[in-house]
């Protein structure tokens, strides 16, 4: 059982370049999240996805843009990188956006802009 | 902003001491969960209560919630080597989205 898995682990990327990070969960659910973290902010939600086929904005949305491509894949495009985007970016997912709402985390995508 | 504020930021105590950590908010909640954060790795959820309850208990992990004060506190006892790590609340109000605070830096030194 792998729970969330994220892709790529560590990226380097130019300003303006692209980049898609990937998110899979393997545990049935519905809600789907995608958070940063910078030193001293804690995590800051960017974008949610409370059911399949419904995506809205988090906390720090700008410059981002996200897919939930079925009910297990959730990725986050940077369309064209900026170094204030670099940071570690975590998806996590929980059986449903209400509730309970215990949060399953990855283990992190590390991102620097240069 | 519903973000609970964390205090200590850091806190180093030695090993088999008893460690706290509080967390204050503004808002009203639905549930309030602490996570756990080894360095470089993602978070782990450790203990939910709920806006109705005042105290739980799982393992060496002690929490509490105040909602008139709108505080909640959480406690490690007989801290471990392994217990090093960063600890997050995290609030669920009206919204329903959660809503991480900035964490508490926790070094259990030998």
């Known amino acids: 059982n792998a729970g969330v898995t994220q892709t790529p682990k560590f990226q380097v990327l130019k300003t303006g370049q692209s980049m898609t990070l990937q998110c899979a969960q393997d545990?049935?659910?519905?809600?789907m999240y995608w958070y940063r973290q910078d030193p001293g902010m804690g995590l800051r939600l960017i974008y949610y996805?409370?059911?399949?086929?419904?995506?809205d904005k988090g906390e720090v949305p700008n410059g981002y843009n996200v897919s939930r491509l079925n009910k297990r894949e959730f990725s986050l495009r940077l369309e064209s990188a900026a170094p204030s985007q670099t940071s570690v970016y975590f998806c996590?997912?929980?059986?449903?956006?209400?509730?309970?709402?215990?949060?399953?985390f990855g283990e992190g995508s590390r991102l620097t802009v240069l | 902003s519903q973000q609970g504020e964390e205090d200590p930021q850091a806190l180093s105590i030695q090993e088999g001491e008893n460690a706290t950590m509080n967390c204050s908010y503004k808002?009203?909640?639905?549930?309030l969960q602490w996570y756990r954060q080894n360095s470089g790795r993602g978070l782990v959820h450790l203990i939910l209560?709920?806006?109705?309850?005042r105290e739980k208990h799982s393992g060496r992990l002690r929490v509490t919630l105040d909602t008139s004060k709108k505080s909640s506190s959480l406690l490690i006892t007989a801290s471990r080597a392994a217990d090093t790590a960063s600890y997050f609340c995290?609030?669920?109000?009206?919204?329903?989205?959660?809503?991480f605070g900035q964490g508490t830096r926790l070094t259990i030194n030998p």
């Open positions: 996590a997912s929980s059986e449903a956006i209400s509730g309970r709402g215990e949060l399953f």
């Open positions: 545990m049935n659910h519905n809600s």
């Open positions: 996805s409370a059911s399949e086929g419904t995506t």
């Open positions: 808002t009203s909640i639905n549930n």
């Open positions: 209560i709920r806006s109705n309850e």
């Open positions: 995290a609030l669920r109000g009206g919204a329903q989205k959660l809503v």
